[in-house]
């Protein structure tokens, strides 16, 4: 496929109002301004990032004007999306600001902020917290009651009597403001943000007569179809050591495989399609694996880096050889029953049952690469058997 076909297509989830009038628009050969935003209500940007920054890149080496737009002032209302319940705390100005100081740094692993064509950033607080009142009722009379509250999340929350804080209520007119305050052709987000990104749209349309594209990119998602994410707690980040990144990514189920090649790498989708082929007649994944990691740790570090992670992970987890610094745990298999929940517990690894069901919950612990989920599972270890927990790599010895 061609360029211009590959950035339509690959790792797109949908196109308002439609590909084919997007793609008219590009063969033309006009140049558009387009950005995604990102509210830095925590430090580290992850891998689910990664699909949206590849996109970025790819528009940006086709000599489009990407924005890079941190949220320091949407950030302020708190984005709903994808949240059951309402926040329990609002971070500040100042707070999302701290926190950004590295995602530029961070993002700068994909899309290049200098060069020919460098990516711009902008903070959204400097035009959303010069606002007045008359400006913020001139946004609120384009949107109506009805269509904030049909909002699938929060039909959901109040069909469980969960309640909706008017900030959250709000965050869609904020982020639609966006598109109006730097005349964007284009919103380019997570599938997640839909509903925030038409209704930048409908803003556009409306006050400035304008059709602004969306461009959705779809999640990655684990195993449980839970987005692989902070909110989530299965955050794989971006700052994370190459060991580190390469042991997270083949820890995550089969599932992710064609999906994480397509989204998070380069491999053509020739090659993608056979591995799907593959993989559907019962091959190996591991090899295909192993090939995602390392390709996601060498975009991420660098060829070497990946090298490095790959030997760790065939040499302990693999090959099941203990790094030096590992602990080292005589466990008794005659008690009744042996629960991961009673090892982090009885061995100092968790300080509380709480912890350890949070450590287990947010997927950071496995036993012999296998990712444990529930707490009370009873386990077997067997003589030599690597137990995870976050960061320590422990050897249980069967006495």
Known sequence: ???????????????????DELEKVLRSGKKLKLYQGFDPTGTKLHIGHMVGFRKLRQWQDLGHHVIFLI????????????????????????????NAVDYVKQAGKIVNFDGENPVEILFNGDWLNDLDLVDILEIAGHFTWQQLSERDLFQERIKNHQPINLREFLYPLLQ????????????????????NMLSGRNLMKSMKNKDKFVMTTPLLEDSEGRKIGKTEGNVIALTDSPETLYRKIMALGDEIIVKGLEYLT???????????????????????KKRLAFEVT???????DAKRAEEEF????????????????????????????????????????????RLIEQGGVSLDNERITDPNIEIKPSNNS??????????????
């Open 298 to 304: 060498k975009q991420l570090n660098s060829d070497a």
């Open 176 to 195: 639609a403001y966006d598109s109006v305050a730097m005349d964007v052709d284009l919103e380019l987000g997570g599938s997640d943000q839909t509903f």
């Open 386 to 399: 690597i137990l995870k927990v976050g960061k320590k790599i422990v050897k249980l010895v069967i006495k």
């Open 314 to 357: 065939e040499r302990v987890v693999q090959n099941k050889e203990v790094p030096a610094d590992a602990l080292t745990l005589k466990i008794n298999i005659k008690q009744p029953i042996i629960t991961v929940e009673s090892v982090l517990v009885d061995n100092n690894l968790a300080s509380s049952k709480s912890e350890a069901k």
């Open 266 to 288: 380069g491999v053509s989708m020739t090659e993608i399609s056979e591995i799907k082929k593959k993989i559907k007649n019962e091959e190996n994944p591991i090899q295909f």
């Open 71 to 98: 949220g320091d002032g949407t950030g302020q209302a708190g984005d709903p999306s994808g949240k059951t319940t309402a926040r329990d705390k609002f971070l500040t100005r100042e707070e999302l600001r701290d």
């Open 1 to 19: 496929m061609d360029k211009i076909e590959e950035l339509l297509t690959r790792g797109v989830d949908k196109i308002y109002p439609s590909k």
